[in-house]
């Protein structure tokens, strides 16, 4: 294997046509630089230099190694510019998680910001539910994940995650033009205990989230139809198939077709989080990243409420972080 440093070396002798003035460049002794050719020549297996008394000049096999090692040297300068934006968050690649009501204006926005500011990092994106999310950084699969906690059904959080919370996202409920209450301010859980649900969760812990709640509320929902697809879900409330659950991040603009009326029920507040590896996993660009989501978290109007952010540590299951929006752990 050829050394890098010995490359080096005979790079500066051929641009010098001089041993002395080659060492002179590098900083290094005469004696130096003659013992680092005559390993890199017992390396290569082949005579790379011929003396003379006013210097010295390559052999055909001596221009041909330093053809490969400006090749070689420039390929290490890259790497090590690139390994400095890394660093700087200013370079690099970006695994970024988002679940799907944050992808309609949380993720978006924030990315958009991002990459105006910093172009040269690839962001990739990926759809991706809670559970799924906060495993995947664990793993380090992803460098950053929005990830979002209901009272009703706690977030279990690795103890190499950490999380930077972002917003507390009060759930609505979407009722359809003509329902009777759709004239209410304000709805409880139970004005609804009669009505038929659309529910926007598929599959996942989360799917717990409202049959939880109105038990505690006191009764059994009756879920026509589950989907994770909101355009669904609102076209079903619309035609009248139901109500269902709307959280604040898709508030930007009501649907055609449907009402929607804030919900008197805590258990139904979530926080949305952004999920890093801990300590020193974490990217840099991940920190800048996440303070593009704080910035537009507080720009989302009168339904999201930012929250500060604690003291950035480590959070572990048995832990339990306060925001204004109940419990975190």
């Not at 890199?40 to 330093?66: C, D, I, M, Y």
């Not at 990926?126 to 979002?148: F, G, K, N, Q």
Request: charged share 25%; glycine share 6%; with cysteine.
């Amino acid at each position: 294997m050829l050394d890098v440093t010995r490359l080096r070396v005979l790079r500066e002798v051929a641009r010098h046509g001089s041993l002395t003035r080659a060492a002179e460049a590098l900083s290094f002794t005469i004696s130096a630089v003659s013992q680092q050719i005559a390993v890199l020549e017992r390396e290569a297996g082949a005579q790379l230099l011929v003396r003379h008394a006013r210097g010295a000049r390559l052999t055909e096999a001596g221009r041909v190694l330093v053809r490969h090692a400006e090749v070689v040297l420039a390929e290490l300068r890259a790497a090590e510019t690139s390994l400095a934006a890394v660093a700087h968050g200013s370079g690099g690649r970006l695994r970024l998680g988002s679940f799907t009501t944050a992808n309609a204006t949380l993720m978006p926005r924030a990315v958009s910001a991002f990459q105006q500011r910093v172009p040269d990092v690839e962001v990739d994106l990926t759809e991706i539910d809670r559970d799924e999310a906060m495993a995947a950084v664990a793993m380090y699969e992803l460098d950053l994940a929005l990830v979002y906690e209901f009272p009703v059904v706690p977030l279990e959080v690795p103890a190499n995650v950490e999380l930077s919370p972002l917003l507390v996202d009060p759930l609505h409920v979407a009722l359809p033009l003509d329902h009777p209450l759709a004239d209410r301010e304000r709805l409880r859980l139970t004005d609804l205990a009669e009505d038929r649900w659309i529910q926007g969760v598929h599959h996942g812990s989360t799917i717990d989230v409202l049959p939880r709640a109105c038990r505690k509320a006191g009764f059994e929902p009756r879920i026509a139809f589950r989907t994770d697809d909101q355009m669904t879900v609102r076209g079903l409330v619309a035609a009248g198939l139901g109500v269902a659950l709307a959280p604040s991040l898709t508030l930007s603009a009501t649907p055609s077709g449907l009402v929607v009326r804030p919900l008197s029920e805590p258990s139904l507040t979530r926080t949305v989080a952004a999920a890093t590896p801990a300590g020193e996993y974490r990217l840099p660009s991940s920190s800048a990243m996440i303070e593009h989501l704080r910035r537009v978290a507080a720009g989302l109007g009168p339904h999201c409420l930012p929250v500060a952010e604690p003291e950035r540590h480590a959070l572990r299951p048995d832990r339990r972080l306060e925001t204004s929006g109940g419990t975190y752990v």
